[in-house]
């Protein structure tokens, strides 16, 4: 049996460390997982073959919850074969996407369509298990499993808002080379931003996107040193509707008609970091497309 996934990327809204309300929404980078089951020949005992090249422990918890919620029968073999376009540590929710991919990729290969919450909530778990995420991330796998914004409570594992995302708009990115820490190191700091954190939270919730993502750069910056401001003021003059850090950065994303999308990448600065357009997603993931 052989069970395919993707999930996508997605840039933030609100951060969630600081007040647990997380809000973001997917772009169209992809991670692709398919698992392939098989008769291991041992009675008692199931296993997992995990390629060393992506080995991680994200990786290896999504793989462990998502045998053993959708694949509990003992003496089968699990083989998972891992893909990923999004740039892992930047902000781009690299570690939620391939953990729904894989958790997803698992329940197909027993049979099993589970909505995308379900996953996301596994997902979540499995990111606060394997030391990744301090929050879960909720909002980050939502948004990677169905298009639009999509604002969470992360504490309470609840969806707050949903919304479609206007067709006329597009992302360009600015991601520099550098990796950012892992966010259960930073709880501490974000949660002196608490007050800023509820503003962006309510601006979100709202769906005052635009004014969310704003108040939330601002927090991040502080917290973590990025001077992005001057960048900041040069892309609204270009025509960005709104940009802000994603997620611990360092990558930058910017909102914008897509027209002006190249007139965005033109003024970013000459540096070292990739700049790239990409579209929101517009529909679900699809089952794969491994061959």
């Given at each position: 049996?052989?069970g395919t996934?993707?999930?996508?990327a ?34 008692n005992?199931?296993?997992v073959e ?10 290896e ?5 998502g045998?053993?919620?959708y694949?509990?029968?003992?003496g ?9 376009e ?6 781009l ?5 391939v953990s729904t991919?894989?958790l997803l990729a ?5 049979g ?6 379900e996953?996301?909530?596994?997902a979540a778990d499995?990111?606060r298990?394997?030391?990744?995420s301090?929050t879960?991330a909720l909002d980050?796998?939502?948004?990677g ?13 609840k969806?707050?808002?949903r919304?479609e995302v ?12 550098q ?12 949660r ?10 309510r601006?979100a919730?709202?769906?005052d ?6 108040i939330?750069t601002?927090?991040v910056?502080?917290?973590m040193?990025y001077?992005?401001?001057?960048i900041r003021d040069?892309?609204?003059?270009h025509?960005?509707l709104a940009?802000?850090v994603s ?16 007139d965005?990448?033109r003024?970013l ?18 089952g794969?497309?491994m061959?």
């Amino acid at each position: 049996m052989n069970g395919t996934a993707t999930a996508s990327a997605a840039i933030t809204i609100t951060n969630a460390l600081p007040t647990g309300v997380g809000c973001a929404v997917g772009i169209e980078l992809r991670a692709e997982a398919r698992v392939s089951v098989s008769s291991s020949g041992a009675k008692n005992a199931s296993t997992v073959e995990i390629p060393r090249e992506v080995r991680s422990p994200i990786v290896e918890e999504s793989m462990r919850a998502g045998t053993s919620r959708y694949l509990p029968d003992s003496g089968v073999a699990a083989t998972l074969v891992l893909r990923s376009e999004i740039p892992v540590a930047r902000g781009l929710k690299s570690s939620s996407a391939v953990s729904t991919a894989i958790l997803l990729a698992c329940a197909r290969a027993g049979g099993n369509e589970p909505n995308s919450l379900e996953v996301a909530l596994l997902a979540a778990d499995a990111g606060r298990r394997s030391g990744v995420s301090a929050t879960g991330a909720l909002d980050d796998a939502l948004a990677g499993l169905d298009p639009g914004f999509v604002v969470t409570d992360n504490r309470l594992g609840k969806v707050r808002r949903r919304a479609e995302v206007d067709p006329a708009w597009g992302v360009a990115l600015y991601v520099p080379t550098q990796a950012h820490p892992p966010s259960p190191n930073l709880v501490a700091a974000f949660r002196e931003e608490r007050a800023s954190g509820e503003l962006a939270a309510r601006a979100a919730n709202e769906g005052d996107w635009f004014n969310a993502m704003r108040i939330n750069t601002e927090l991040v910056e502080r917290v973590m040193g990025y001077s992005y401001e001057s960048i900041r003021d040069t892309l609204r003059s270009h025509g960005a509707l709104a940009s802000g850090v994603s997620g611990l950065g360092p990558a930058l994303a910017a909102i914008a008609p897509t027209h002006r999308l190249p007139d965005l990448i033109r003024a970013l600065p000459s540096d070292e970091a990739h700049k790239f357009i990409v579209p929101f997603t517009r529909s679900g993931p699809p089952g794969g497309g491994m061959r």
